[in-house]
């Protein structure tokens, strides 16, 4: 049994200067304004938890920061130089890796081999399989997983497991931001509360995390950064001490508009519509890090990761 510090969820930002910088960024396709006035900022050693319904505008950002679209407004900047990228592999190339919610991988290849792919390790015109194979398992046991046989299909593997296999590869090949799209989106709880355990793991490495997700219960286990969106724009922008997690699922879940919505259905049929104010408090319980259920999260202010 392995325990994994997460008392750093909460504090203040200790790592200086962000490693990566939005401001007021805008996407435009002709007329549609898919970003406006985005500001984000990425520090390494920190979660920032992206947020936002479908159509919010998640999406659009991936596609920006990863250098598969270039933004039409605003400036980016990387380790404090602005920056537009011509391309995916640009952006990975300077330390940028994005781990999508199709994570990339080849299910009928071995794990060693999706580790590896489009960059293998060659001994003369020949693969080095014993190397490949020996720093996939060093670096997978880094992540806290072990795979007895790294020559299985990585098809084979939980929902959990590939997702480890490739946040370690995007380690492994020197990422210092890392953009999680959605990666507890087709997961139960158990395997959800896997996952969470490996971004605490890479944000204990060093990296600027990016988390993309529409759970705010998922985002507040693990988060020390969250950035709200709504139809392409920031709505709320905070550090973990600025509020609670009913504060978050309130924003998330519409706010104003959500109480305003109770008290117009409570008008038609006041016996069946709940208070607005009962959202967010226990009406879903969140996964802790051991893959169980924690409604309480420690009194809403801080999480802990026990993972075997």
């Not at 998922?218 to 600025?242: Q, S, T």
């Not at 504060?247 to 208070?275: F, I, K, W, Y």
Request: aromatic fraction near 4%.
């Amino acid at each position: 049994m392995s325990t994994i510090d997460n008392t750093r969820v909460g504090t203040s930002n200790e790592t200086g200067e962000p490693v990566l910088e939005l401001d007021d960024v805008g996407k435009s396709y002709g007329n549609v304004n898919a970003l406006r006035g985005v500001n984000i900022t990425v520090r390494q050693g920190e979660v920032t938890c992206v947020l936002g319904d479908n159509g919010a505008g998640k999406s659009t950002l991936i596609k920006i920061i990863s250098g598969l679209h270039d933004y039409t407004e605003g400036t980016m900047k990387f380790n404090g130089e602005v920056t537009r990228f011509s391309s995916p592999r640009a952006a990975q190339a300077i330390g940028i890796a994005t781990v999508y919610q199709d994570l990339a991988l080849a299910p009928l290849m071995a794990v060693w081999r999706n580790f590896f792919l489009a960059n293998e390790i060659r001994n003369g015109p020949f693969l080095d399989v014993g190397t490949m194979k020996r720093i996939c398992g060093e670096e997978l046991t880094k992540m806290g997983i072990v795979i007895p046989d790294l020559d299985r299909p990585v098809g084979g593997l939980s929902g959990g497991q590939r997702q480890c296999v490739a946040i370690a590869r995007a380690i492994y090949f020197g990422a210092r931001v890392v953009i999680l799209d959605e990666p507890t989106a087709a997961l139960g709880v158990k395997q959800s509360g896997v996952v969470l355990k490996y971004i605490v793991k890479a944000r204990d490495a060093g990296l600027g995390v990016i988390f993309i997700t529409h759970n705010p219960h998922h985002a507040y286990l693990v988060g020390n950064h969250f950035v709200i969106l709504k139809l392409g724009r920031v709505v709320l922008d905070a550090h973990r001490d600025e509020l609670t997690l009913e504060q978050l699922t309130g924003e998330m879940a519409g706010g104003q508009e959500l109480d305003e919505l109770s008290h117009e259905l409570r008008g038609v049929d006041p016996g069946r519509v709940a208070a607005p104010h009962a959202v967010g408090h226990g009406a879903v319980a969140a996964p802790d890090l051991d893959g169980g259920l924690d409604g309480g999260l420690d009194g809403g202010r801080h999480a802990s990761a026990d993972g075997s």
